[in-house]
């Protein structure tokens, strides 16, 4: 196998203009540059990636710390990363976080710089301590998803959801629903996760500046999945006065709604509307209206993002906030009379 030494002598270069060129640096001239090039293609040269790894400085590795990564929406995130990583130098591990035992440990040990360049968090809310390892560090860090009032000194790329829950309980309203149930995740849970929480905020919102009376009794909480929601949607409807709408706050919810009321006999949208939040790619395969957030662009803006910080320690952070719209599709219509 050829080694760099063999690529400077058939280029008639020092070893060090051979690195210039493998690091992309500037400071070669372009007929230089094409020496080289013309020998690393005759003598089908390829760099020991550990060497490059030394000679760098770095390890050339992308964390990802990701809670339930199988979800639809952490999968479409790291499909929008790793869609910037194929085009990258970079390798990128993903970290699985299921509980906090995992998440502390998964943090204290990322804080350091031979370990990995940069770290993506997704929709995990750090605290200060966090924060300050990271720090202490210098560990590039972007988040993704994780719209905390603890964290504006670091970069962020979000989605406005208290927004997006009074948008979706705004559209049931503009239909003519009064009485509009919620669906979301534990407002108390060992993962202080901020997205459902806003959305559920927005929903609240939203009744309140319509002049409707907020009914706890139209609200249910529990975890995460379609199926808690099918067993929460199902208790809801045997109510006396039951929702003629419901907001779930996410699409995988909304599953469980709609379950729970083809289980009740409940026809949608002619006895029940039902909207979501995510769009993930069944939400249109089932006709359901929801609130699309840019998944796929918040794991690509979130990677370069970091990119950028990795090359540059000292830019400043920013926050990048995608935007969300209503779909409408086929599950809500007006109220039947």
């Not at 210039?20 to 040269?45: C, F």
């Not at 990583?85 to 804080?111: G, H, M, Q």
């Not at 300050?132 to 994780?146: E, G, H, N, S, Y």
């Not at 989605?159 to 559209?171: L, S």
């Amino acid at each position: 196998m050829a080694t760099i030494r063999d690529v400077a002598k058939w280029a008639g270069v020092g070893l060090g203009t051979v690195s210039r060129v493998l690091n992309g640096s500037p400071h070669v001239r372009e007929a230089t540059r094409q020496r080289v090039l013309d020998a690393i293609e005759a003598l089908n040269y390829s760099p020991n990636p550990i060497a490059r790894r030394l000679s760098l400085g770095k390890t050339l590795t992308i964390a990802a710390v990701v809670p339930f990564f199988t979800r639809p929406s952490a999968v479409e995130r790291l499909r929008g990363i790793e869609s910037v990583i194929a085009e990258s130098e970079y390798d990128l591990i993903v970290f699985n976080i299921e509980t906090p035992e995992r998440r502390e440990a998964c943090l204290r040990n990322l804080a350091r710089r031979e370990r990995v360049d940069g770290v993506l968090i997704l929709s995990l809310p750090l605290d200060s301590a966090a924060i300050l390892r990271f720090q202490r560090a210098q560990m590039p860090i972007v988040l993704i998803d994780v719209n905390h009032p603890s964290t504006p000194e670091l970069s962020r790329v979000v989605v406005d959801d208290v927004a997006g829950g009074r948008m979706a309980t705004q559209h049931l309203i503009d239909l003519g629903h009064q009485r509009i149930g919620f669906i979301g995740d534990p407002v108390n849970d060992a993962f202080p996760f901020t997205s459902s929480r806003d959305r559920y905020k927005g929903y609240r919102q939203a009744l309140r500046a319509a002049g409707l009376k907020v009914r706890p009794e139209f609200e249910r909480h529990g975890e995460h999945g379609r199926d808690t929601a099918r067993e929460l949607a199902a208790e809801m409807f045997t109510l006396d006065e039951r929702p003629t709408a419901v907001f779930a706050a996410s699409d995988m919810q909304a599953l469980g709604v709609l379950e729970a009321a083809r289980e009740a006999g409940l026809r949608v949208p002619e006895d029940l509307s039902v909207i979501g939040y995510d769009d993930i790619e069944i939400a249109k395969y089932l006709g359901l209206t929801t609130v699309r957030q840019l998944l796929f662009e918040s794991g690509d803006c979130g990677v370069r993002l970091l990119l950028e910080y990795i090359e540059d320690p000292e830019k400043a952070p920013e926050c990048h906030t995608l935007p969300s719209e209503v779909v409408v599709r086929r599950t809500t219509a007006p109220p039947a009379r």
